[in-house]
C-alpha cells in the first residue's frame, strides 16, 4: 500500500506570497493531520480533518487554513507569507482520528 | 506542552541494545503512549504504542511500568541506521489525533 505523500516537497516563495501544500493520505484513510517543524518550535499541531471537516486546531494564527475533500486529499494554505513561516510541513494520515498516523516526507517550504 | 520529558542525547554502541527512557507522570488513564523517530529531515516514522502491557513489533519492545508513569523503548539490536531522533508522546484526548511532540531523545548508534 502507499504511503502518505505529499506535493511539492520544495518549494521557494518570497514574503507576502501565499502558497498551497497537498497532502494525499494512504488509501482507506479518513483522517489527515498537519504539523509544522522548525528548529526553534520544533513539531507543532496545526489542524485535524475527518471527514471533511476540521476536528481540531492548533495555537497558529488565521493565516493557516486547510481543507480536505471527499476523498481525502487535504490541502493547507498559507496566506501572507513571513519568514518564520519556513518550515518543514508534514502531514500525517490515519484510518479514524484516534488511531496510529502516518506521516509522510514533507514538503519544505523555504520564504525569501 | 508536550506531557513527555526524555533525556535530550544517547549513545548505543552497534549491535547493542538501545533502551529510550520517557517520563508521562501527568498520563491519563485512556492515554496511549506512541513512539516515533525521525531521521534528519524526513517525516517521523511510527515504531511503537501501548495503553498497559508491554509490547513488542518487529522493530521495538514498548516497556510501560505498572503505574504508567514512565515507559522504555527497546531496540534489541541497534545498527546505524536507526541513528534518529526519537519521540515519546502521549496522545491528548479520546477523540482527537493531535500529536504533542516534545523535543525528543537524539540516539547516536556508533560503530
Known amino acids: 500500500k502507499a504511503g502518505v505523500t505529499q506535493t511539492p516537497r520544495y518549494l521557494i516563495k518570497t514574503r507576502g506570497q501565499q502558497v498551497t501544500l497537498s497532502c494525499s493520505p494512504i488509501s482507506g484513510h479518513r483522517s489527515v493531520s498537519w504539523y509544522q517543524q522548525t528548529p526553534g518550535q520544533g513539531l507543532q499541531f496545526l489542524f485535524e480533518y475527518f471527514s471533511e471537516t476540521q476536528r481540531n486546531k492548533g495555537n497558529f494564527p488565521g493565516r493557516f487554513s486547510g481543507r480536505q475533500f471527499s476523498n481525502s486529499r487535504s490541502e493547507m494554505n498559507v496566506s501572507t507569507l513571513e519568514l518564520g513561516d519556513s518550515a518543514l510541513y508534514l502531514c500525517?494520515?490515519?484510518?479514524?482520528?484516534?488511531?496510529?498516523?502516518?506521516f509522510g516526507p514533507g514538503t519544505r517550504l523555504t520564504v525569501l | 506542552d508536550a506531557k513527555t520529558t526524555q533525556p535530550p542525547s544517547m549513545d548505543c554502541a552497534e549491535g547493542r541494545a538501545a533502551n529510550l527512557p520517557c517520563n508521562h507522570s501527568t498520563i491519563s488513564g485512556n492515554e496511549y503512549v506512541y513512539w516515533y523517530r525521525q531521521i534528519h529531515s524526513q517525516g517521523p516514522q511510527y515504531i511503537i504504542h501501548?495503553?498497559?502491557n508491554n509490547e513488542t513489533n518487529e522493530m521495538a519492545s514498548l516497556i510501560i511500568t505498572e503505574d504508567r508513569k514512565s515507559s522504555t523503548l527497546i531496540l534489541p539490536h541497534a545498527t546505524l541506521r536507526d541513528t534518529a531522533v526519537y519521540y515519546c508522546i502521549v496522545r491528548v484526548g479520546s477523540n482527537t489525533g493531535k500529536l504533542i511532540f516534545g523535543q525528543g531523545t537524539t540516539l547516536q548508534v556508533k560503530p
Open positions: 501501548g495503553l498497559k
Open positions: 500525517a494520515s490515519s484510518t479514524q482520528n484516534t488511531d496510529t498516523q502516518y
